[in-house]
């Protein structure tokens, strides 16, 4: 069975699951597939890419489960011309399906050798309205805001009340809230005039939201 053909039949599985899970957004599913996820995983754990399973990367970091990512941006229900604020790049997978779904992607990450690589990765797909910046993600990006949605791929200790500011009216935030060691709950808060709307759409256990930048990496 070659690559291609695997892929295929791997992703047609993923939208069986996703379906089954209630998620049956014919964009987000058209995003994923325009977006070649081979290219986002490391080689050595390619075979394991469209499992619903985190997955090692560069510096130390993971890639989300295919599932989950998915769950994640469709919970977001992005219009073309959202302006979005993604904090953890990583191998910029979900930055490239941020871009495709949306007007304008702001993208965070404490790892300059994270972000130069997936600078190239979506240059290489001609994905120009995203920006990715080597910055502490726990501070948001006010200066660049308010953004119309905003999601976290790294566990907050509490609930990220400092993010209303950066939110337009409106606006929705998706991060996980809980502890480093442990279950985390996935919450989406919804701006309402200066306050948050919470609603918990799942548990998660993602790494916890380091503060600051990498120094050498």
């Given at each position: 069975?070659?690559?291609?053909?695997?892929?295929?039949?791997?992703?047609?599985?993923?939208?069986?699951?996703?379906?089954?899970?209630?998620?049956?957004?014919?964009?987000?599913?058209?995003?994923?597939?325009?977006?070649?996820?081979?290219?986002?995983?490391?080689?050595?754990?390619?075979?394991?890419?469209?499992?619903?399973?985190?997955?090692?990367?560069?510096?130390?970091?993971?890639?989300?489960?295919?599932?989950?990512?998915?769950?994640?941006?469709?919970?977001?229900?992005?219009?073309?011309?959202?302006?979005?604020?993604?904090?953890?790049?990583?191998?910029?997978?979900?930055?490239a399906l941020l871009a495709r779904l949306s007007g304008r992607?702001?993208?965070?990450?404490?790892?300059?050798?994270?972000c130069t690589e997936a600078e190239q990765r979506l240059a290489?797909?001609?994905?120009?309205?995203?920006?990715?910046?080597?910055?502490?993600?726990?501070?948001?990006?006010?200066?660049?805001?308010?953004?119309?949605?905003?999601?976290?791929?790294?566990?907050?200790?509490?609930?990220?009340?400092?993010?209303?500011?950066?939110?337009?009216?409106?606006?929705?935030?998706?991060?996980?809230?809980?502890?480093?060691?442990?279950?985390?709950?996935?919450?989406?808060?919804?701006?309402?005039?200066?306050?948050?709307?919470?609603?918990?759409?799942?548990?998660?256990?993602?790494?916890?939201?380091?503060?600051?930048?990498?120094?050498?990496?």
């Open positions: 069975m070659t690559g291609a053909v695997a892929d295929r039949e791997a992703f047609a599985a993923v939208l069986l699951r996703l379906r089954a899970a209630g998620v049956n957004d014919a964009t987000l599913f058209s995003a994923i597939e325009a977006t070649p996820r081979r290219g986002f995983v490391p080689v050595q754990w390619q075979d394991g890419m469209w499992l619903d399973r985190m997955l090692p990367i560069a510096c130390g970091e993971a890639i989300e489960g295919i599932d989950m990512q998915a769950k994640v941006i469709a919970a977001l229900a992005l219009q073309p011309g959202h302006r979005v604020l993604e904090i953890g790049t990583g191998t910029g997978f979900t930055t992607v702001l993208s965070l990450d404490r790892y300059r050798t994270l290489a797909l001609g994905i120009a309205n995203a920006i990715i910046r080597q910055a502490d993600g726990s501070a948001g990006a006010a200066a660049d805001g308010p953004f119309d949605r905003i999601v976290a791929w790294a566990a907050f200790d509490g609930l990220p009340r400092s993010f209303v500011e950066q939110l337009a009216s409106g606006g929705v935030m998706i991060a996980p809230v809980g502890p480093a060691e442990g279950v985390q709950t996935l919450a989406k808060l919804t701006k309402l005039g200066s306050r948050f709307e919470r609603e918990d759409i799942g548990e998660v256990r993602l790494q916890p939201l380091a503060r600051g930048v990498a120094a050498t990496l």
